[in-house]
């Protein structure tokens, strides 16, 4: 860490300890503690209602979907509600907020969902001129439609998010899209780990935005990777996730990050694994060890 990220983060962190802690957080811990079903998906390929069956035995209360696996909503809330679960968010591809709002938004009424968050902006259009004005625009148009309807929108970040942008005069296209958004139509799920992964600081984003944050996802890295802008997006994430360890057995510091995230408000939050080598170890590991956390 260099002088000025030290300097930034001590700020932040000084910032946000100001802060009091919500009246709804349970006090010194995470609770309900969730996990973002893409980490299971291999598994819900094969048997949806065994896999969520296994998710809540294991101890969780809240799922993230990464999509229905050709099931209803309908269907779907029968399974959750089966199993004690409930479903506060949803992750949705591009195209859908593009073309199927709609049916999207009916979709998560259905489910119980309080957010509709898009996690990827291709990257033919990330790296196109007009690439990501374009997606703010879709975004604030799309979170303004959900808000009326009760649903809230968010995007949910990767690494690259927090390099700079030629597009954008060397402006971080994390900070434009927060910029060029309407606080009220777009919020955001931080990945803590890929932010991480790009050196840059949760908590500084946290006390400069604070409100703007609902959700976050939880997953840890046994050691940095060497991060090369030049990389293929793709390419750079499965080097990556070689690293991706349980909650807990890696180098992120969540005694300091969570707390953080709840006195700015964030109320959920998503264990997630992009590349489990045992998909149910890795998320019963990352359950006890956030099930014991106190801070």
């Given at each position: ?160 998010e927090f390099l700079p942008d030629a597009n954008l005069g060397g402006k971080l296209p994390y900070d434009y899209l927060l910029g060029a ?7 955001m799920e931080l990945d803590l780990c890929w932010i991480t992964v790009a050196g840059k600081d949760p908590l ?92």
């Amino acid at each position: 860490m260099n002088r000025r990220t030290f300097i930034e983060s001590s700020i932040a962190t000084a910032t946000l300890a100001s802060l009091p802690m919500p009246a709804f957080a349970d006090e010194h811990r995470i609770n309900p503690i969730g996990v973002q079903l893409y980490t299971v998906r291999d598994l819900m390929k094969q048997d949806v209602p065994g896999t969520i069956a296994k998710v809540a035995a294991v101890g969780y209360k809240e799922v993230e979907f990464a999509g229905y696996y050709n099931l209803s909503a309908k269907e779907l809330r029968a399974i959750i509600d089966k199993n004690g679960l409930s479903a506060p968010s949803c992750h949705v591809g591009y195209d859908v907020v593009q073309n199927k709002w709609a049916q999207a938004i009916e979709d998560a009424h259905t489910l119980g969902h309080k957010f509709i968050i898009c996690p990827w902006i291709d990257e033919a259009q990330r790296k196109s001129p007009d690439g990501y004005k374009r997606a703010a625009e879709l975004f604030d148009k799309a979170g303004e439609t959900s808000r009326k309807a009760g649903i809230q929108f968010g995007y949910h970040n990767h690494y690259w998010e927090f390099l700079p942008d030629a597009n954008l005069g060397g402006k971080l296209p994390y900070d434009y899209l927060l910029g060029a958004t309407n606080p009220e139509n777009v919020k955001m799920e931080l990945d803590l780990c890929w932010i991480t992964v790009a050196g840059k600081d949760p908590l500084a984003y946290f006390s400069k935005y604070p409100g703007r944050f609902v959700a976050v996802h939880v997953k840890d890295l046994s050691k940095l990777p060497n991060l090369d802008p030049t990389k293929e997006n793709h390419a750079m994430i499965t080097d990556t996730a070689m690293n991706f360890t349980p909650i807990g057995g890696g180098v992120i510091h969540w005694n300091v990050l969570l707390p953080a995230a709840q006195k700015v408000g964030v109320k959920h939050f998503f264990v997630e694994n992009d590349e489990p080598k045992d998909a149910i170890a890795n998320i019963t590991a990352s359950f006890d060890y956030l099930n014991k956390l106190r801070f």
